[in-house]
């Protein structure tokens, strides 16, 4: 079974977007996950972006550019956060394939994401693998 | 901390509102999360929390362990092992499993995990911070 996925080879730049998360972002993400944990920081870290939030609006771009059929499956995750972004701050996130393998009637793909910020400074780093069903041509 | 402390925990209360809350906060508007005609059809029967939100109540948890330490130096590694429906309760855990000496420094790595109520796992990993001495 073939898709439009099986095209893309290891190192395929899927993504390389910048954006930025303004404080009413930052807010809605919280309120969403419900979490207050915020309030545990001290004042050094007052206007930072959680890190949680970097990585779920980093992983919008790989969804978008990768036009991921519904039913795909988040299987498993890391993340490693190098240094802090603050509110406002440009942020780009470049996503690479790393592997492309596919079991059964599924798809496997291992991306992996860095997050700079515009001084070129490693906000964060990722690794996402995640299963699409490939009965999407 | 010590080896073998239990972190703090942290319990949440997942609901179809909160999904579609963090599907617009996120933009990940996969259709297993929202669209309930389309999860019914899927192999979970219904729509399920994104992963990603559910991760993100570890984070919280550590957050409260570790405060700026964490959002400084975290690093965490997940398995999605199954998935969180509407109505139903996570219990985010972890417990410290090693303490590294730096040079300025200790690395504290701890396994996470978050369960249903019924004991069922959603996510397994480990989490490692670096705190520092001032």
Wanted: include cysteine.
């Amino acid at each position: 079974m073939t898709d439009k996925y099986s095209k893309l080879t290891n190192g395929t730049v899927i993504s390389n977007e910048s954006f930025i998360i303004d404080e009413p972002k930052v807010i809605e993400y919280l309120n969403s996950i419900n979490d207050s944990s915020n309030n545990k920081l001290n004042s050094s870290s007052k206007n930072h972006i959680p890190p949680m939030c970097i990585s779920a609006l980093s992983l919008r771009g790989v969804i978008s550019k990768l036009e991921i059929p519904g039913g795909t499956i988040h299987t498993s995750q890391e993340l490693e956060f190098i240094n802090i972004a603050t509110i406002g701050e440009k942020l780009s996130c470049k996503a690479n394939l790393v592997l492309n393998s596919t079991r059964g009637d599924w798809r496997f793909l291992t991306i992996s994401m860095k997050v700079t910020n515009e001084n070129g400074n490693t906000i964060m780093l990722g690794k996402s693998n995640i299963m699409l069903p490939m009965n999407n041509k | 901390m010590n080896e073998n402390d239990q972190l703090i925990i942290v319990e949440k209360y997942i609901t179809k509102e909160k999904i579609l809350e963090y599907a617009n906060a996120s933009g990940d508007f996969n259709p297993i999360h929202i669209n309930n005609d389309f999860a019914q059809k899927s192999q979970f029967g219904q729509v399920i929390a994104h992963g990603m939100m559910i991760a993100a109540s570890i984070s919280e948890m550590m957050t409260i362990n570790f405060k700026n330490d964490w959002i400084k130096s975290g690093k965490l590694k997940l398995k999605f092992k199954s998935p969180v429906f509407d109505k139903e309760k996570i219990i985010v855990s972890g417990e410290i499993n090693k303490i590294k000496i730096l040079e300025n420094g200790k690395e504290i790595t701890s396994s996470v995990q978050v369960k249903k109520e019924s004991g069922e796992i959603v996510i397994t990993g480990n989490a490692s911070v670096i705190q520092n001495i001032n």
